[in-house]
């Protein structure tokens, strides 16, 4: 479909469905196509997708790839917007980023702060930011309360109590010392936890017992190495750590993405009376670590 033949909506100047954005700023529909050639447009063509919903707008493209004529179209709609809508980004530099914006003028400053910053090497995939614990306030709700319950208890987890269970189990990790007390192994798997979304249900399954440092694919090793490195000092000393991490992440199936989280690592006595490391994350893109100039 032309790109003037596109009518304007009540809310944002583009219609609702699913659109391809060409070289030369036409719009196209993608009905019809199969998502299964995305990754072909993306970086053979250089076109940025669009998904368009009453709720907001989402664009898709590959930031090195993406065609001169393609991003100024979608930039130009977007200045038309007559309200805040949401507008969500998904850009692919090295590995796919997710953001997500209220505001459709911040949307257009990240696009082009992507766009100036996407011949920039990076030197390392893994990157992580120590937060004083006087800083804990402000951290997102999820990390606040999970401070909160960990001083409350006085550190132990069976102080917790079970009403908070279904809001707080999801997201955390458990790392406990073998026998020997040589390593710290995966005791639970959180199913809303980092490791679950990367390393999939069936590693999740069989994650019991295995080593902290150990990765689920091997171009994760350095990061699962680094994020783990700080887990014993908070065994021996019980002091709690907030921490930023932004690190590129191969899951078992699909492209690398870029993950962004909070977490919290603190030490709790479990029921048996020994001690254990639990890691709390919160995923969110408000973090310290920039990536291309921005969240």
């Known amino acids: 479909m032309d790109n003037s ?9 583009f219609q609702i469905g699913n659109w391809w954005v060409d070289e030369s700023g036409g719009f196209h529909s993608a009905y019809g196509i199969d998502s299964s050639i995305d990754t072909f447009l993306f970086r ?3 076109q940025v997708k669009l998904i368009v919903k009453h709720s907001g707008i989402s664009i898709h493209w590959d930031s090195r790839h993406v065609e001169e004529g393609a991003l100024p179209a979608v930039l130009g709609r977007l200045c038309e917007c007559k309200k805040n809508i949401s507008v969500q980004l998904n850009f692919f530099y090295i590995g796919w980023a997710q953001e997500n914006y209220s505001d459709p003028l911040k949307a257009i400053d990240r696009i082009f702060q992507v766009k100036n910053g996407r011949s920039i090497d990076i030197l390392h995939t893994t990157m992580m930011a120590k937060h004083g614990i006087e800083n804990i ?3 997102t709700p ?3 309360r999970g401070y909160k319950l960990w ?5 132990c987890f069976d ?3 079970q009403d908070i269970y279904p809001n707080y189990l999801p997201h955390i990790l458990i790392f406990r010392p073998d026998r020997r007390e040589e390593n710290l192994n995966y005791a639970y798997v959180g199913s809303k936890s980092t490791a679950a979304r990367v390393a999939g249900r069936k590693w999740v399954a069989n994650a019991t017992s295995r080593v902290s440092d150990q990765s689920c694919a091997p171009e994760d090793d350095d990061f699962a190495e680094q994020v783990s490195a700080g887990f014993q000092g908070v065994l021996d000393t019980g002091e709690p750590r907030y921490e930023h991490v932004r690190a590129l992440l191969h899951p078992e199936e699909g492209e690398p993405f870029w993950l962004s989280y909070e977490r919290l690592l603190t030490r709790h006595m479990l029921h048996d009376g020994k001690p254990a490391v639990i890691c709390l994350v919160n995923q969110t893109q408000d973090i310290s670590i920039p990536l291309l100039g921005g969240p």
């Not at 033949?5 to 100047?13: A, C, L, N, Q």
């Not at 001083?151 to 550190?155: A, I, L, T, V």
């Open 5 to 13: 033949t596109i009518s304007e909506s009540p809310t944002h100047p």
């Open 44 to 46: 053979h063509l250089g």
């Open 137 to 139: 306030d402000k951290a």
């Open 142 to 144: 999820l990390i606040n």
């Open 151 to 155: 001083d409350r208890s006085g550190g």
């Open 159 to 161: 102080k917790i109590s």
